[in-house]
């Protein structure tokens, strides 16, 4: 499939080439795509300021697409509003052309949740990216969604608080993305995910009106809508501003490495953990092959040889953390740990982080393609998945590493391929939907943390009935009637928008022509 | 259009975005066409799926201030610098970037009694006025003698380049006296050695670098001396002619060469017990240039050596982001590079250093152009050993 997307893609590039030639130096400058767009980006430009609109190739070409392997997104104009105001005119130039909106972040989604469908106008936030208040007496700050959230950590960090959903991309993803893939991250196990930390948000509707969902009391009247924006994947509407919760820094944190000779050994020890009472902040696991390619690139001191490694963080109240971490040592070692390891300070403690977070990007160093599931499946039952994970990445002859959030059974086995090598396109699939079946008969879900997108929409009605669908289509369409937020996502084509169908169709150009 | 880059380290690149917050274009434009992985993915576009090379997309390598520090970000190794060297020799040499007046300028730093008669012409005219020097981001003031070049022994090389050695000879000598203080006689390279070729390879002026690096190598050959070199983008490109030229003997050059910092480091006992020294009262930023940070990886040495003469050295908070001046990128994007340098002198005085510590001449003449104190961290350690002396 992959294939015969570039061979279109590169079909549709010889087309344009010369159609389009300009001014080299004016990098803002931004003529139109093509002569039906040419209104459009007129309109967007006096809405909002050229500078803050690109309709080249180039941008859309990028745009179309995130960090997963889906390429078959394609961008219409590209705006980067820098506040509420120029999002409600974009939304309305929009409406006016009868074109649809998608919102893009960082673009380090994993399901194709970005990639725009059908040229929309996309919507990049990366230019409201302020941290808009910080109210310590209540424990909130109001930031833009374009804010990195590392970003945000480190600027709460003088006032010894922190935002505590932390995903693995967290030092390139943005806020808004994260509400609206309600991410989760390693410290999630004990905090909780995004939806745990989002207070409030301000949407704009696709009716271009500016809505608060959510308030800052604890027990919000009425409905919670915010809880049915948080997740929504951009088709409930924009969110231009989150409320999110400051969590305070912890006193004391023990960070521990327990190392393995065998993947059941460290399933087991994570089960012993969560029954003998203990909630840790942070439970990883990696095995043997991704230990090895995170290693090269972090350098951390994780040991090569070990067929699994856990992860582990207590925090808390200095006495607890001692005793917790003890406890944890002890379990290990019951369970056959070959080692167990403290992180001695907080720059041993980094440095074991990032090896932990760069991992996806460390398969490069294995293989020059991956595609990654996300599924999660009840804890207890860890060694009989990984079993099966192994089995099926065997039979269709791939590569697998497997990290994951173990204390929460959220599973990221990494399917690493080269795409260049005939037929792995077709394998990788084959073993990720199996992956995904085997999960779901283990009384798993489809996806912890990086959201449907498009990559996963066809396995919905695997988890959901008829029924669900067609009440989860009728929530969106409360929001958005006319499916003009980012349409096409999540819901597959027979529960989602009419207009579908038109989508796809001129999906075909591709960007360059 | 083939851009001629090797298809292993196209395709490493997994789109991850681990590499946007170290992006200085990218930081400051929110676009993705300004970004590592947005300027890979063109790359890929342009090589494997025969996309239009759009003036859109030369553009989005145009800006690229080729710093590097989305490789030391990324945790699959994509080698950036290469590819984009790749893809600005394969632009250049089809004539869409790197117009006639920059390629002629560049000659001009091959011929270094060129270079050295122009620049004085250049100090002369900015003393009387006659050029804009903060428009062009020139120094407001330039030497129009240079004190000769001396040799003193023969233990190492100082390489001292063409720019760096018309504008700035000062630091080499300050660099000179460092090392004798610890007991090193330094020849200067001179007219042996001309340019390095940095500028030129940023350029895309492949074969030209080609030929610069075989000149300089012939005239450092004969023995093994360790080549030190005190310009961050200068020890660089010569620790890169092992790739560049791909022969052992380059290969052998490159290990020969050395960031001064890098040496000294190694050497600081010698220093300390011949000389000792009472620390100048100066809170010192250092601001580490990219090609020693993120190329070099050896920047860890400046505060090493710095801590034992000044009486504070502090980080900046930025994560080694670029200030933006990337050699001729000041010039040819000066829009961007000023907005980037902003990030950096806002970094400065975030840090509240009255002093910055810059180990490289191109980002020491941008900085210093908006105000800022700027010296070759060897020169703050020549002034201390010269004061503990007096």
């Known amino acids: ?178 509400v609206a893939n309600n991410s989760g991250g390693p410290h999630c196990l004990a905090y909780g995910v995004t939806s745990a930390h989002v207070l409030a948000v301000e949407v704009v509707l696709s009716d271009a009106s500016v809505v608060t969902l959510g308030d800052l009391t604890a027990e919000p009247a009425g409905y919670d809508l915010r809880g049915a924006f948080v997740g929504s994947e951009g088709m409930c509407g924009i969110a231009t ?92 070692r019951r369970n056959q740990a070959i080692s ?29 393609d991956y595609y990654l599931h996300d599924t999660v499946v009840p804890r207890t039952r860890l060694v009989e998945v990984l079993e099966s994970i192994y089995e099926i990445v065997d039979r269709h002859d791939l590569l697998v590493l497997n990290v994951f959030h173990a204390g929460d059974g959220n599973l990221h086995p990494i399917l690493a391929y080269d795409s260049r090598v ?53 929530l969106r369409a409360s929001f958005d009637p006319h499916c003009r937020m980012n349409p096409g996502k999540v819901l597959p084509s027979a529960h989602s928008c009419s207009d579908i169908g038109a989508l796809r169709a001129s999906d075909a150009a591709g960007v360059w022509g | 259009m083939d851009l001629g880059l090797n298809d292993d380290e196209l395709v490493a690149c997994v789109s991850c975005g681990l590499c946007l917050p170290h992006c200085p274009t990218f930081v400051i434009t929110g676009r993705d066409t300004e970004s590592p992985r947005g300027r890979i993915a063109l790359m890929r576009a342009v090589q494997n799926e025969d996309a239009p090379v759009t003036d859109d997309l030369i553009r989005s390598m145009e800006t690229c201030v080729q710093c590097r520090g989305c490789e030391t970000a990324c945790p699959s190794a994509v080698p950036f610098g290469h590819l984009m060297e790749g893809t600005r020799a394969a632009l250049a040499g089809a004539g869409r970037i790197t117009p006639r007046w920059q390629r002629l300028a560049l000659k001009g730093l091959r011929h270094r009694w060129l270079l050295m008669a122009g620049s004085t012409l250049l100090a002369l005219a900015i003393r009387l006025r006659l050029v804009p ?130 040496w000294l480091a190694g050497h600081l006992d010698e220093l300390r017990s011949r000389h000792p020294v009472a620390p100048l009262d100066l809170t010192v930023a250092v601001q580490d240039p990219c090609h020693l940070r993120h190329v070099q990886r050896a920047h860890q040495a400046v505060p090493e050596v710095l801590a034992p003469f000044v009486t504070r050295v502090v980080a900046l908070d930025d994560d080694g982001l670029c200030c933006g001046a990337g050699g001729a990128y000041s010039v040819m994007e000066a829009e961007l590079s000023r907005a980037i340098r902003e990030r950096k002198t806002a970094a400065v005085a975030r840090s509240g250093a009255s002093v910055v510590a810059s180990a490289n001449p191109g980002c020491s003449l941008h900085l210093a152009a908006t105000g800022l104190d700027v010296r070759h961290p060897l020169e703050l350690v020549d002034q201390a050993l010269s004061s503990s002396r007096a």
């Open chain 2, 133 to 262: 020097t903060r428009r062009l981001g020139l120094p407001a003031r330039m030497p129009l003698r240079r004190p000769p070049l001396r040799t003193s022994g023969n233990d190492v090389w100082l390489f001292t380049g063409c720019v760096m050695d018309a504008w700035q000879r000062d630091v080499h000598l300050a660099v000179q006296r460092v090392l004798e203080a610890a007991g090193v006689g330094v020849e200067p390279t001179g007219a042996a050695a001309p340019c390095c070729g940095a500028l030129h390879i940023h350029a895309g002026l492949e074969s030209e670098t080609k030929d610069m690096a075989h000149r300089v190598m012939a005239g450092l050959s004969g023995d093994d001396r360790p080549i030190l070199v005190d310009a961050a983008g200068c020890g660089a490109a010569l620790k890169d002619y092992g790739h560049l030229l791909g022969t052992d003997e380059a290969r052998a050059f490159s290990a020969r060469v050395y960031d001064v910092h890098e």
């Open chain 1, 422 to 474: 005939p037929g792995a396109d077709e394998r990788v699939h084959a073993a990720g939907r199996e992956i995904i079946e085997m999960s779901l008969d283990m009384g798993g879900a489809l996806t912890g943390e990086h959201g449907i997108g498009v990559e996963k929409r066809e396995y919905m009605s695997r988890m959901f009935s008829e029924v669900d669908l067609d009440q989860q289509a009728r």
């Open chain 1, 340 to 368: 167990v390891r403290t992180a001695a300070d907080d720059d041993e403690r980094a440095r074991l982080w990032k090896g932990r977070k760069s991992a996806f990007g460390a398969v490069a160093n294995v293989m020059p």
């Open chain 1, 1 to 178: 499939m992959v294939r015969v997307m570039a061979r279109t893609l590169a079909e549709a590039t010889r087309r344009v080439l010369g159609s389009r030639r300009r001014d080299t130096r004016s990098p803002a400058a931004s003529p139109s795509a093509d002569a039906g767009d040419a209104a459009l980006v007129a309109d967007l430009e006096a809405a909002i300021g050229a500078d803050r609109v690109r309709a080249d190739a180039a941008a859309r070409y990028l745009a179309s697409r995130d960090a997963s392997i889906y390429r078959e997104g394609n961008a219409g104009p590209v705006c980067y509003p820098g506040s509420t105001a120029d999002v409600v005119a974009c939304v309305q130039v929009a409406t006016r052309h009868g074109r649809a909106v998608s919102p893009r972040g960082a673009g380090t989604g994993l399901a194709g949740g970005a990639a725009p469908l059908g040229q929309p106008v996309v919507l990049s936030t990366t230019r409201m990216d302020n941290l808009i208040e910080i109210d310590l007496d209540n424990g909130v700050a109001w930031v833009q969604p374009g804010m990195v959230n590392l970003d945000l950590s480190r600027a709460l960090a003088p006032h010894g608080v922190h935002y505590a959903p932390d995903p693995s991309s967290q030092a390139a993803c943005t806020i808004g993305g994260n």
């Open chain 1, 241 to 332: 501003a989150v409320a999110v919760r400051l969590t305070p820094n912890p006193p004391a944190v023990r960070t521990m490495l327990l190392c393995f000779d065998d993947v059941s050994d460290a399933a087991a020890t994570v089960t012993a953990i969560i029954a003998d009472g203990i909630v840790p902040a942070a439970i990883e696991m990696m095995d043997q092959r991704c230990v090895t390619a995170v290693e090269d690139f972090a350098q951390a001191g994780y040991p090569k040889d070990a067929a699994a490694v856990l992860l582990v963080e207590v925090d808390g109240a200095a006495g607890g953390v001692a005793i917790a971490g003890e406890r944890i040592a002890a379990i290990a």
